[in-house]
């Protein structure tokens, strides 16, 4: 039944009256005289007040007395209770048993406009307090409000205690064990917003709130102004004798080295926003002191923020103090807590968060502002989830710094990106770490998402085990640095959609590695470009530093190892070593859009990489140089399709660009066991290649079309050495194909063991033209009609020579100067240069498609163990012929070999032809196109070995001096 609101007022004055009286009668059947004139404490200390067995007790008689040790009084919530002035509730000594207030009827509510002193050793039950400032000194207090069903509901602030004002609690140990509120679950300092007055304050204090909740903010406490956890110091000391504070045994705890410390716990509270609690103002934590917050959560699906509490302000943890955050959820943002300044733990202090989570972003924490790890301090996140964005923490700018450390392990976010850190800015500096574990992220960055990542001064970031669906397995940045002795180490990560790229790191500005630090990636792929690392922009490794990867592979993209879209720098003593990768497409090591430089005493080092298309070991859209003693070396590397099984050069975007190889400065170019489905299966350059002063060395390679050990647009070498052992083509040009002309100068190209249908040992597209230099290739072989070198023509310098040995084949020198593309001439040899061979060659040892009307010059050729004609024509036949120092060693005894054979005629100048082995000798045979090589049979005796000087020979002799046989009836001979 309804009753008319007049009839609620009367009732209660009614029933108010007697209950005064009962007061008034109890009181003095205790003998105690109360001074009611007393408006505060300090006027008038009060008389003990001993309450047997638990008699109802006025409000304001507690303000003015004692409550003895074992003591029980009863407050009533029809009590008057707003008492004016202030009020000293003051119970026995904390080491004495304690006194017990108990709200009658419910939940009693207890005021005073001005100042509540808190002192002694209380339990309350049922029973809230307000006042205009509330202060706990040397107080032990347990209070359990029990609050009725639906109390968050209420208009209540502070489930257990209300200030309008401050809040300070000290050398106090206080438990609010329930508690509901409209905000401030337990605890409400509820003064004007922002200002120090309103502060809720705990010096060598703790605080233990449990089982609260509010309906707005702060399931355990919220505070209009700052919350400051603090040891007593001399500034505590300052502020607690400003507010008239007994310091007596706080001043006795400090002259004995005794912790002062302050704790707060906060268990098991709930509200919409803010689980654990609310501060307006900045949250302090120093002195050692302690903030534990567990079992919390904000609720409200659209307001959730900060599970286990959210400050306006910053919070800042110092002076080697804690902060424990467990199990705390909240649906927006926050799930262990959110600092919207910002947040700072320095001076080896530590925070810890666990299995804690936010539907949306930070799983673990999140801020507006930065954050500030240093001095020796340590965050550690645990088992923490988001929705969206940053599985730990998201944060605008996070810095850890001084040997700090920041470890987050089981982290994830379900669909944004950063699964374990997300932040516009990370910075790990001067000597810190950064290690995150098992982190997933359902958009980009497994383990790290951030604009800049910056890892300096002897500091380390280590990812391990982190997934992404989009790009950047462990680490999506837009621009990556590593410098001062630093290291960033990222291993099994993977980038697993369709589309995605970096499957450790994907960098969009670009990677530096710099001053003697170190990029690590181990186990790491992605389904597109970058299986190790993507970047946007140009890679550079200086300054003694190191970039290794290690088991990294790209689905269908290129860089099994890294892909770069601009150039990649490795200088000053550094090291790029890739090992075991594999690309889907392009550049099984690397892909690089623009340059490729390793210069100043640098290594790049690739061991057992493949790339389904072109570039085994790497591919460059652009130059590669290698300089200043630095060394390139490449082992196991293969082009499934494509060109360049150790590495190519070749134009994919279209830029006009040059796209050589340069190898210069006493450098050194190694590539061991590599092969290409197409072309040079050593390297493939799509310009010049350029040698200066260098070794160049290809071992064990092959190509599926043309140049077995490199192929290349133009050769320019000049002091250098190029070595070739064990190449072969299934075209031509086992050696090499050079496809605009070879120019040695004081260098050296040795083939060894080449093979190819035709060009076993090389092929060059123009002239041949070696200065002081030397070309040797042997043990190379072809079918009968193949040829070991083929070029538009030969030129041999001063001091030259081109040397075969054990070659076998059809012709030694095939020459193809058709069209006069060498206008110089066919075949040029300098008075003291050299052509010398030996092997088994089915047809000749040269053959020669001359310009026309040309005279070709045989000069300066020495065959041994020969068995072949000299020339042949190669279907443009020069006008003359001239052969002038040369010798042939017939090897083994010949019949009737061909020299020479020419469409006009021939002048023999200087030739000598030996068969140590031919029983009668050798002497010539001659027509007007041809010369022959001839041993007669027993009748004819000739010398061993026979010279045609000036156009003739010694005769031979002949038994009985007649000529028997009848094929030199009509010989000319010489």
Request: charged residues 15%; glycine residues 14%.
């Amino acid at each position: 039944m309804m009753l008319p609101f007049a009839a609620l007022i009367l009732l209660t004055w009614v029933f108010a009256t007697p209950l005064a009286t009962a007061w008034e009668k109890s009181v003095t059947d205790l003998g105690h005289t109360f001074d009611q004139s007393s408006q505060s404490h300090s006027q008038s200390p009060g008389r003990r007040l001993q309450v047997e067995p638990c008699p109802v007790v006025r409000w304001i008689e507690l303000c003015k007395g004692f409550l003895e040790a074992g003591s029980c009084a009863q407050l009533s919530k029809f009590d008057p209770s707003n008492v004016r002035g202030g009020c000293r509730l003051r119970g026995p000594p904390t080491s004495a048993a304690p006194a017990r207030l108990l709200g009658i009827g419910g939940l009693v509510t207890m005021k005073t406009g001005e100042e509540l002193r808190i002192s002694g050793n209380l339990h309350m039950t049922s029973l809230r307090l307000e006042a205009g400032t509330l202060i706990f000194e040397n107080a032990q207090v347990v209070t359990s409000p029990e609050p009725p069903p639906g109390a968050e509901n209420s208009a209540i602030k502070g489930g257990a205690f209300r200030s309008y004002g401050r809040v300070i609690f000290a050398n106090s140990n206080v438990t609010v064990s329930s508690g509901a509120a409209k905000e401030g679950g337990g605890i409400a300092a509820d003064g004007k917003i922002g200002a120090a007055s309103a502060d809720l304050m705990l010096i060598a204090s703790s605080l233990r709130v449990q089982n609260t909740a509010a309906k707005e903010f702060g399931g355990g406490i919220v505070a209009s102004s700052a919350l400051r956890l603090q040891s007593f110091d001399a500034a505590a000391r300052t502020l607690l004798l400003d507010a008239d504070v007994d310091i007596k045994e706080l001043d006795a705890l400090a002259q004995a080295s005794s912790s002062t410390s302050s704790t707060l716990t906060i268990m098991n509270s709930t509200a919409a926003t803010a689980g654990g609690f609310f501060a307006i103002g900045p949250v302090v934590v120093t002195g050692m002191s302690a903030i534990n917050i567990s079992d919390s959560h904000a609720v409200a699906d659209d307001e959730g923020i900060g599970g286990g509490f959210s400050t306006l302000g910053k919070l800042r943890v110092n002076g080697s103090s804690t902060i424990q955050i467990q199990r705390t959820t909240a649906p927006v943002m926050g799930g262990g807590f959110q600092a919207a300044q910002g947040i700072v733990v320095t001076g080896m202090s530590r925070m810890t968060i666990s299995d804690s989570s936010s539907q949306r972003t930070g799983g673990g924490f999140f801020s507006y502002k930065g954050l500030e790890v240093t001095n020796r301090s340590t965050l550690r996140i645990h088992k923490a989830m988001a929705g969206g964005t940053g599985g730990a923490f998201r944060v605008e700018e996070a810095l850890v710094s001084g040997m700090s450390a920041v470890i987050v392990s089981d982290s994830r976010c379900l669909s944004g990106v950063g699964g374990g850190v997300f932040a516009q800015s990370l910075q790990v500096s001067h000597g810190s770490n950064l290690s995150i574990r098992n982190a997933f992220a359902g958009g980009k960055g497994g383990g790290i998402a951030a604009t800049t990542l910056h890892v300096t001064n002897g500091s380390k970031v280590i990812v391990k085990n982190a997934k992404s669906q989009g790009s950047g397995g462990c680490s999506y940045n837009s621009n990556v640095m590593i410098e001062r002795t630093s290291t960033l180490s990222l291993s099994d990560c993977h980038a697993l959609s369709e589309n995605s790229v970096g499957g450790a790191l994907q960098a969009m500005r670009g990677v530096q590695v710099k001053d003697n630090s170190h990029l690590y990636i181990r186990n790491s792929s992605s389904m597109r470009s970058g299986g190790g690392f993507d970047s946007g922009s140009h890679v550079v490794i200086a300054g003694m530093s190191n970039i290794s990867i290690l088991n990294s592979h790209t689905v269908s993209g290129n860089g099994g190892g890294f892909s770069a879209d601009k150039s990649l720098r490795v200088t000053r003593g550094s090291t790029l070593s890739i090992q075991n990768a594999r690309a889907g497409q392009h550049g099984g090591g690397f892909f690089a859009i623009e340059n490729v430089v390793v210069t100043d005493n640098s290594t790049c080092s690739i061991h057992n990489s493949t790339a389904g298309s072109s570039g085994g070991g790497f591919l460059a859209d652009g130059e590669v140089v290698i300089d200043g003693q630095s060394k390139v070396k490449m082992f196991d590397c293969h082009a499934i399709t494509g060109d360049g099984g150790g590495f190519a050069t070749r134009t994919l975007a279209g830029a006009n660009v040059d796209r050589r190889l340069q190898v210069s400065g006493n450098s050194a170019l190694s590539i061991h066991k590599a092969t290409a489905g197409a072309n040079g299966g050593g390297f493939y350059v799509e310009d010049d290649l350029e040698a200066n002063s260098s070794i160049i060395e290809i071992f064990n390679s092959s190509a599926g079309e043309d140049g077995g050990g490199f192929n290349v647009g133009r050769a320019l070498l000049g002091d250098c050495e190029v070595r070739i052992r064990g190449a072969a083509a299934e075209h031509v040009a086992g050696g090499f194909a050079i496809r605009s002309g070879l120019f040695l100068s004081s260098g050296s190209i040795s083939i060894v063991n080449s093979t190819a249908d035709s060009g076993a040992g090389g092929l060059v597209k123009g002239p041949a033209i070696l200065t002081h230099s030397k070309l040797a290739i042997s043990d190379a072989g072809g079918d009968e009609y193949s040829a070991v070198l083929v070029a538009n023509c030969l030129q041999l310098g001063p001091k030259s020579a081109f040397l075969m040995e054990d070659v076998n084949g059809g012709h030694g020198l095939d020459l193809r100067n058709v069209g006069c593309v060498c206008t110089a001439g066919t075949l040029q040899v300098a008075s003291d240069a050299t052509l010398q061979a030996s092997g088994d060659l089915s047809s000749s040892f040269m053959k020669v498609a001359a310009c026309p009307s040309e005279t070709v010059y045989l000069s300066g050729i020495h065959l041994q163990s020969w068995s072949s004609a000299l020339w042949s024509s190669g279907g443009s036949p020069p006008s003359h012929v001239v052969v002038e120092n040369v010798s042939v060693d017939f090897e083994p005894q010949l019949d009737n070999v061909q020299l020479l054979e020419v469409e006009e005629g021939f002048t023999i100048n200087s030739l000598v032809v030996s068969c140590p082995s031919c029983t009668n000798g050798v002497t010539f045979i001659s027509t007007e196109h041809s010369l022959h090589a001839f041993s007669p049979k027993a009748d004819l005796k000739c010398p061993n070995q026979v010279m045609v000087l000036n156009g003739t020979t010694p005769r031979c002799t002949c038994t009985d001096y007649k000529i028997l046989w009848p094929g030199f009836v009509h010989s000319h001979l010489f």
